[in-house]
């Protein structure tokens, strides 16, 4: 394995232990948990659960993997914060999308090559790539790993 | 620059951006913030500041850079949970050691060709690192990232 190879095997385990991690909290936590804010006047688990599932879907598009499976959720758990009178899916249905969001993210990542995750994201221009070639689709995960580590710092919080 | 280069890069850039947004909101937070608990029955800021700065400083020695520069701090804030009626440093002196601890390790983080990032850490043997190529210097720190990040999205709860 070359060190562009392992570079790639790095980024993805780092991503995969967050997620086991995530997915190994969600199985512990009652939906009714998911309800309750992670700390005083702070996001609910099921608004934090939302985000997330929004942010992972916005994958598959800024990566060229194709179109979010649920651009409905991207309104009220990325545009719009917590408190804004709004009526939430319920926690059970956020779970199954947050399941279906990750599966369809390991798919495509599984048959990329390591030259092909080198390359440009969807948001960044050709021209703009040339200068700044690290803003390419591993950078993104990279980057998403440590939004999931944050906010999983939070949502720890929901557990008695 | 190579793919190789670009990892080193986009690994080291995840880190520092943590670390940007560590010592952002670590300035807008009063030495008394510092002593209230994140989130109810969880640990203090002062707890996860002195936790943050042993774990920063044990990198100088997993990474083969040298010895711990505050090894005092591994007994209070690493093998020890919160509310053990321990007394800890003001908060203003751990605030310094967390400068210091970062400063060296950037020092060191500089001088590393991206080869040497690919070598191994000091924790994993020979022979196991011929074997797990991957569990190199450069492994730790994207470890060491989402960690600081899970605590970051716990430490911005002492804000008000």
Request: charged share 25%.
């Amino acid at each position: 394995m070359n060190n562009q190879q392992l570079s790639v095997k790095m980024i993805l385990d780092a991503w995969n232990a967050q997620l086991k991690n995530a997915n190994k909290l969600f199985d512990t936590l009652t939906d009714d948990q998911f309800t309750e804010e992670v700390a005083p006047d702070r996001n609910t688990g099921t608004y934090l659960l939302g985000h997330l599932v929004a942010v992972h879907d916005g994958l598959l598009s800024l990566l060229g993997f194709g179109q979010k499976l649920f651009p409905e959720l991207e309104e009220p758990f990325i545009k719009t914060p917590n408190k804004s009178g709004q009526t939430f899916p319920p926690v059970k249905e956020l779970k199954e999308k947050w399941q279906t969001v990750n599966a369809a993210l390991d798919q495509h990542f599984n048959k990329l090559t390591p030259e092909e995750w080198f390359q440009k994201h969807t948001a960044v221009s050709e021209e703009d790539f040339a200068k700044e070639p690290h803003r390419n689709r591993l950078n993104v995960v990279i980057s998403r790993t440590n939004h999931l580590a944050n906010h999983l710092g939070q949502l720890i919080f929901l557990k008695k």
